[in-house]
């Protein structure tokens, strides 16, 4: 019974830290397309893009981090399908009293996708070149605020898409 009330609690703050971020940017033009630009580099085509082009393009170390990038992207996308699949926890804009403020992928929230996309190439790339480990994943993180503050996933949904996507870079 503690448990369920700890959980309870905890989906509740989750819950309302949600709707103070998109109300915050809801109703700010140029917020909105700040967080509407760094939301698209965790989408497929920026993600696939960071992690591949090196693969041509460059040799020697570079070359070396854009497979790990690469492996790290395309497995942990396939573990996020598969939790989403399993827990089938609905977007925010079909349970709160907000809208998505932009497109959503599909019905699932839980976990992003996007974050996990974005902080596997950056953790990846981070792990190869130090020296800009903190912009990297600094990008990364914001990517995930993004989809929170978008209204496309609730805080939790970020967090577990980027612990996947970091666990899965160290292992690769």
């Known amino acids: 019974m503690n448990q369920l009330s700890l959980l309870h609690r905890m989906e509740r703050s989750e819950r309302a830290l949600f709707v103070r971020c998109v109300d915050h ?50 497995i942990s996308h396939l573990l996020v399908q598969v939790v989403k699949r399993t827990v089938n926890r609905p977007r925010p804009s079909m349970r709160e009293v907000t809208t998505s403020l932009v497109a959503e992928p599909d019905r699932f929230s839980f976990p992003s996708g996007h974050s996990c996309a974005a902080m596997a190439v950056a953790f990846a790339y981070a792990m190869a070149f130090p020296a800009i ?38 292992l690769v």
């Open 133 to 170: 480990a903190l912009p990297l994943i600094g990008l990364a993180v914001l990517v995930g605020a993004s989809r929170v503050f978008l209204g496309v996933h609730y805080p939790g949904d970020v967090v577990v898409g980027q612990a996947i996507a970091i666990a899965t870079a160290l």
């Open 25 to 74: 940017v809801s109703t700010r033009r140029g917020l909105r397309a700040v967080w509407t630009v760094l939301t698209h580099l965790g989408g497929t085509a920026c993600s696939v893009t960071a992690a591949t082009i090196p693969l041509v393009l460059a040799g020697g170390a570079l070359n070396e981090a854009a497979q790990k990038a690469t492996a790290a992207l395309i």
